[in-house]
């Protein structure tokens, strides 16, 4: 029989190359005060490789989204590992953290979480202004970018004039500036029409056709359909894991 010690062990072994994201007997919880505890994850194991287009789904209240946060670093699990890219993660501190997040994670939310006063071009060039990276290069790369979501167009447009899908097209531009391991979305089609929603998911599709790894998280059945695989998460535990029939064609 396995021993916790062995356990811990076989934990800290790295995962292979090919491996992403592998979260290992990975757990949350919450300290509710009164001497209640509440646990959002309990013993999470999942492993995505890279190229891979999975889909995280659940209820609310099921630990998808804590567990977007953990694989997003942008909080640390109470126990058990988490390994990205090849790193032990899950025993950085918040400044290693905020290094990791910005190198390896790029971020699509359903909110777009755009400047308003901003052009899109210097929106997409943020990332790179914190990275520390010269201002020519980061404006050529910004291009590039915008450039490969098809927004060559309306770089200099601000927010407030452009549509719902041209914004999340300019997030997902800004996802992709610093080149990361994994571009991870939540609920990228939340505020978007259906038309649209459609169009940002072959936006996302093309991408993982060119080699991104993309991680959704979302509740809506019609958008995980469009990833390889499918986790179900419920009750803090995964409940299911299963290809899509996109994977099978």
Not at 18 to 44: F, H, P
Not at 100 to 109: D, L, P, Q, S, T
Not at 186 to 205: C, R, Y
């Amino acid at each position: 029989m396995a021993t916790q010690t062995d356990n811990l062990e076989q934990n800290l072994v790295p995962p292979p190359a090919e491996t992403v994201i592998c979260t290992r007997d990975l757990w949350k919880t919450y300290d509710m005060g009164s001497e209640q505890q509440v646990n959002a994850l309990s013993g999470v194991d999942i492993s995505i490789n890279r190229n891979e287009y999975v889909a995280i789904m659940g209820p609310s209240g099921s630990g998808k989204s804590t567990l977007m946060n953990l694989i997003g670093c942008l909080d640390t699990p109470t126990g058990g590992v988490y390994w990205l890219n090849g790193q032990l993660v899950s025993e950085l501190e918040d400044d290693d953290l905020a290094h990791i997040r910005n190198k390896e994670i790029g971020f699509v939310f359903q909110t777009f979480n755009l400047l308003a006063r901003a052009s899109a071009l210097h929106n997409v060039e943020l990332p790179l202004i914190y990275a520390g990276i010269p201002s020519a290069e980061r404006l050529e790369r910004a291009r590039q970018a915008l450039t490969s979501v098809g927004m060559e167009e309306r770089m200099n447009h601000k927010p407030n004039e452009l549509s719902g899908g041209q914004r999340q097209r300019v997030a997902i531009a800004r996802a992709l500036i610093n080149r990361p391991s994994i571009i991870l979305a939540d609920e990228p089609t939340g505020n978007l029409d259906s038309k649209t929603s459609v169009e940002i998911m072959a936006l996302f599709d093309e991408l993982q056709s060119r080699g991104n790894t993309i991680v959704l998280v979302t509740h809506e059945h019609d958008i995980a359909e469009y990833a390889h695989r499918i986790i179900h998460i419920r009750d803090g535990k995964v409940a299911g894991d299963e290809k899509t029939a996109r994977a099978k064609k």
